[in-house]
């Protein structure tokens, strides 16, 4: 069964921003590593963003270095995906994914194993 839920994603021109989110009514996300990841068409899946429980450690994929931020609201339980200075090849969808133990490698896909149904990002002109 599904238990993360992603929004916010759409159509914006190149360098424009879009928020993503990701929420759950059946997990509390402050206990659990929240991954961002996305797909192209023909692509592999690959890790975009991750934040890690506890100390709140993050990855970014190169390409998206200084350009997307994840970070935590405890309060409303979600996690989001702020993407800044969005470029074409940034489409995609874009899932969120909780790991399925303790022991696992931050923002790989392979250590995830719940995840949403995704959200599309297209960033066209």
């Known amino acids: 069964q599904v238990q993360l839920v992603e929004s916010g994603g759409g159509l914006v021109q190149p360098g424009g921003s879009l928020r993503l989110s990701c929420g759950s009514s059946g997990l509390f996300l402050k206990y659990y590593a929240i991954g961002w990841f996305r797909q192209a068409p023909g692509k592999e899946r690959e890790g975009v963003a991750c934040?890690?429980?506890?100390?709140?450690?993050?990855y970014y994929a190169d390409s998206v270095k200084g350009r997307f931020t994840v970070t935590r609201d405890n309060a409303e339980n979600t996690v989001f995906l702020q993407m800044n200075s969005l470029k074409p090849e940034d489409t995609a969808v874009y899932f969120c994914?909780?790991?399925?133990?303790?022991?696992?490698?931050?923002?790989?896909?392979?250590?995830?194993?719940?995840w949403g149904q995704g959200t599309q990002v297209t960033v066209s002109s």
């Open positions: 994914a909780a790991p399925s133990a303790l022991l696992f490698k931050l923002c790989v896909s392979d250590s995830y194993d719940t």
């Open positions: 934040i890690n429980n506890g100390d709140g450690t993050t």
